[in-house]
């Protein structure tokens, strides 16, 4: 089955390309699923209720057009059940001419009193068709850009955790601090490049705490002609890995808007972070 959801974007959705911000896409499809849950029998004032908790544990995301303010989506949403009873959610973003914007996958997990996954048997079971995320370790000897970051509590949705739009968001801030301070973000303009974020992977193994002094360590896994590849590391504070990300960045010519090879000073600038 096949559930749709419709929005329309707004000013604020911008980010500083002046396009609608990954962010707002996750927010989407979130509000999607959630939905889900209310038509399967438990609306978020039941759930919240009874104290139970809906978890992000991976995601996934592809970006395929820009899109802008007053633009009207549909988010069609498909959900699968593992044998863990975790919530396998495909997510296609479509505009009002049905071409394809944005593919999302999320798998969840929806929580009683005592942490014990709640089965919600009317979603299909399955051992295929799962979002699966497996990112591989960093190693201790490459060189990392390291910040140490404060997690809001203001970040927190209603269950009292970190939705995944709030982790994208720790992400987001660790690429602008690497173009800052690594690469210097006044080369957009004279090298006329930017970069665009056109997809990428996260995997949960733990939610950061709101409240909690986390670290974020930051590289650049591949690099390639026109293309390079951002992994990124939470750490605990205690120094285990929380969450792990690897996206992918596609270098663009502002002045014609198009794909083109990586700049020689770009790659002078980040080789002492490229493992």
């Not at 999302?104 to 068709?129: A, C, F, H, M, R």
Request: glycine share 4%; hydrophobic share 35%.
């Amino acid at each position: 089955m096949i559930y749709n959801k419709t929005f329309q974007t707004n000013y604020y959705d911008l980010d500083w390309n002046r396009h609608v911000t990954s962010r707002v896409y996750e927010k989407m499809a979130y509000a999607a699923r959630i939905e889900i849950l209310n038509e399967l029998g438990h609306p978020i004032a039941d759930i919240l209720k009874k104290n139970w908790k809906w978890v992000s544990q991976n995601c996934t995301v592809r970006f395929h057009s820009q899109q802008y303010s007053g633009s009207e989506l549909r988010v069609d949403t498909e959900v699968y059940r593992d044998s863990n009873s975790s919530y396998h959610f495909h997510q296609k973003i479509v505009d009002k001419n049905e071409g394809l914007v944005c593919t999302i996958g999320n798998k969840s997990v929806l929580l009683d009193e005592n942490s014990k996954p709640i089965e919600i048997s009317s979603i299909q079971k399955t051992d295929s068709d799962l979002v699966t995320v497996k990112l591989n370790d960093r190693e201790s000897s490459w060189k990392t850009l390291v910040h140490s970051m404060y997690v809001p509590f203001s970040d927190m949705n209603c269950f009292w955790n970190l939705p995944a739009d709030s982790v994208m968001k720790i992400f987001e801030e660790g690429r602008f601090l690497f173009f800052h301070e690594v690469v210097d973000l006044s080369l957009v303009t004279s090298l006329d490049t930017t970069t665009f974020f056109m997809g990428g992977e996260i995997e949960i193994l733990e939610l950061p705490e709101p409240g909690s002094t986390i670290t974020l360590h930051t590289w650049i896994d591949e690099l390639e002609k026109i293309r390079f590849y951002f992994r990124q590391d939470i750490v605990s504070s205690d120094g285990k890995v929380l969450v792990k990300m690897k996206d992918e960045q596609l270098f663009i010519a502002l002045s014609k808007s198009r794909p083109r090879k990586a700049p020689i000073e770009f790659l002078e600038e980040v080789k002492d972070y490229c493992r």
